[in-house]
């Protein structure tokens, strides 16, 4: 599970990172030289937005988590589903629940995608043998 975490925030982070990065890549009024001026940001951006992930979505890893091993859930939609609503609450717990939360929309989209991708990988790593204690419990299997 803490693999499959860990994993999730670096996929999520690097998701963001490029969703963010992306219009720099457009010419910016005429000139190319925006993606690299971009391009010297990416460490801190990637350790910064790793941090922060790992912070603010762990409330919302959690509530998932648990809920996923009392029902037994494998299905990569549900785990999809669960990084988006993970990374809905994690940017909701880091702005404060202020009324600005919503207020750059292209920022909202970027960690909503990047939730559902770490979503997914987590599925990939942990997800598809989520509740298999409780099932080696009820037959009497030692895990």
Do not use: H
């Not at 890549?25 to 993606?35: A, E, K, L, N």
């Not at 717990?93 to 995608?113: E, K, P, V």
């Amino acid at each position: 599970m803490a693999l499959g975490y860990a994993l999730a925030v670096a996929v999520a982070t690097l998701t963001v990172c490029i969703l963010i990065g992306l219009p720099s890549v457009f010419p910016d009024q005429g000139q190319w030289g925006s993606f690299y001026r971009n391009l010297n940001d990416l460490p801190l951006m990637l350790y910064v937005g790793a941090f922060m992930t790992a912070a603010y979505g762990f409330p919302g890893w959690l509530i998932s988590v648990i809920t996923a091993e009392i029902r037994s859930e494998r299905r990569k939609f549900w785990f999809a589903i669960a990084g988006l609503l993970t990374a809905l609450l994690a940017q909701t717990l880091s702005r404060g629940m202020n009324y600005t939360i919503f207020s750059d929309i292209f920022m909202t989209i970027a960690i909503l995608i990047g939730g559902l991708c770490g979503g997914i990988v987590y599925w990939f790593v942990a997800g598809k043998r989520s509740g298999i204690w409780r099932r080696a419990a009820s037959i009497g299997v030692p895990a």
